[in-house]
């Protein structure tokens, strides 16, 4: 599987990736339990992926399967 540098187009992509790999995640869930916006996970996975694009690089499978 190749792997390149994520774009700013690539958003969806990457926020359903880590969307659905840390929905699960005891300590994501932890840190969100309070909030009641159904959306947060959603929310914070976008600002995480806007974030580090402004500083750092995002990587993404070119199967759209996986991110880092």
Known sequence: VLIRKA???DES???NILCKSFRHDP???WLLE???NPSKLRIMMTYLFQKTMEIGDV???EDYKAAA
């Open 7 to 9: 774009t700013f187009d």
């Open 34 to 36: 309070k909030c009641r």
């Open 59 to 61: 990587y993404l499978t």
């Open 27 to 29: 300590h994501m869930n």
């Open 13 to 15: 992509f990457v926020v």
